[in-house]
């Protein structure tokens, strides 16, 4: 009877090593056997991504388990603020991975994805979802993205793009807060490395202490161009520095340097006089007063009540650098001609092309005093006069020497 009783409570026993065995085994996990798939972020690029950027997701799938995988399905999840590029696909495909430890126990799957410009500083949460049985049950993932709101300044705008040497002139940059977060301590200098350009005034840097989302601010200056100085372009080298503030709350220092060009040069001015006005032909005086040098310089007097123009209407000068000044010769004359002294106003066309390479036409008006010998010949009138009473003195010496031989003649004629 104890030998029975003994039996049973052996058998009893190993039941229960049994039973315990089986719920250790379900309380430790899955069986050894059974494929034991794990999803995880590998990485994000860039870190922290940009709203309104593109961020590249890896993603890796790995098998820990002792058997190999169905094949498998993983597709992200779009929701705000990701949604998936154009030309990419939201689900990837796996054929199979191997058990571990294979070197091929696990596969990386990459995606890009559109992070709205709408994000802020945050830390945003990106689901993912994988399966082994065709789609019929998945298993969520969820992944924590770093996205830091865009946080750009830019000097959008510079109002001159030509300055006359010599002259102060007003220069405005405007900064402009592109991004999704305000900037502060806003620094901005320029230069120009010659020192051709510079301020008067005031030095070269500007400070703004706040510059919101969507804010421009204009910097003002006065400049002057160097007047001995070459003609030409030159650059302006910009700097800003700015504080903003990192998606864990820190301070950075960015910097943006890019640069600008200015134009020194440009026209010129010109004053003509009345010079002279002899054996027919009028000059006129051209001078260059202006601070810039002109080159192909020419000189024409278009059609017109009150003169006419005999012979070539246009004179070409050449080149007339600043504070030279030169003389331009026409035959002109009074038209309808004049009875009395009177003022007329000439009207002349100057053409030239200034120290940028373009082109310009310039009208003048310059009162004359004209008379009715005004444009006249006077010498060759004065010759034909001259000519006339050598030729009646000759006549007349001529007629006394036959009077008076004549008179001799008949004087002796008489006796």
Not at 8 to 23: D, E, Q, R, Y
Not at 187 to 192: I, L, M, N, Y
Not at 395 to 410: D, E
Request: charged share 20%; glycine share 6%.
């Amino acid at each position: 009877m104890n030998k029975e009783i003994k039996f049973v409570g052996f058998i009893m026993a190993i039941c229960l090593l049994m039973v315990s065995s089986a719920t250790l085994s379900n309380a430790l996990g899955p069986s050894s056997e059974e494929p034991t798939l794990r999803a995880s972020l590998l990485s994000q690029n860039p870190d922290p991504a940009h709203a309104g950027d593109v961020v590249d997701i890896r993603i890796k799938l790995a098998n820990n388990g002792d058997k190999s995988t169905p094949p498998i399905m993983g597709e992200i999840i779009p929701e705000f603020p990701f949604s998936v590029a154009d030309g990419e696909q939201a689900q990837q495909f796996v054929s199979e991975l191997p058990n571990f430890p294979s070197e091929d126990a696990s596969k990386i799957l990459e995606y890009t994805l559109l992070v709205s410009k709408d994000a802020i500083d945050k830390i945003y949460d990106l689901k993912f979802r994988y399966s082994i049985d065709g789609g019929s049950s998945w298993i969520i993932e969820t992944f924590q993205v770093r996205i830091t709101s865009q946080q750009f300044a830019q000097i959008i705008h510079v109002d001159k793009s030509k300055i006359d040497p010599g002259s102060e002139t007003p220069l405005t940059f405007t900064i402009n807060n592109i991004g999704k977060s305000p900037l502060s301590n806003l620094v901005f200098t320029w230069s120009e490395k010659n020192n051709v350009i510079l301020p008067v005034n005031s030095d070269n840097t500007r400070y703004i202490p706040y510059l919101g989302v969507g804010e421009s601010s204009n910097l003002e200056y006065d400049v002057v161009a160097n007047p001995s100085g070459d003609r030409g372009l030159y650059n302006l080298d910009l700097t800003l520095t700015y504080d903003a503030i990192a998606i864990n709350g820190s301070v950075q220092k960015s910097k943006i340097v890019t640069n600008a060009g200015i134009l020194v040069g440009g026209g010129t001015d010109f004053d003509i006089a009345f010079a002279d006005s002899t054996s027919g032909k009028t000059s006129l005086s051209i001078a260059n007063s202006g601070k810039n040098d002109a080159s192909s310089v020419s000189i024409s007097l278009p059609d017109q009540d009150g003169f006419t123009v005999k012979g070539g209407s246009s004179v070409i000068i050449g080149n007339l650098n600043k504070g030279d000044f030169t003389l331009a010769t026409f035959q002109i004359l009074p038209k309808p001609p004049v009875q009395n002294e009177e003022t007329r106003y000439l009207k002349i066309d100057i053409s030239f092309t200034d120290s940028f390479g373009e082109r310009h036409n310039v009208e003048d008006t310059l009162s004359l005093k004209v008379n009715p010998r005004f444009g006249q010949d006077l010498s060759a009138t004065a010759n034909n006069r001259s000519s006339s009473s050598t030729t009646w003195i000759i006549a007349l010496i001529v007629l006394i020497v036959v009077v008076f031989f004549g008179y001799r003649m008949w004087k002796k004629s008489k006796k």
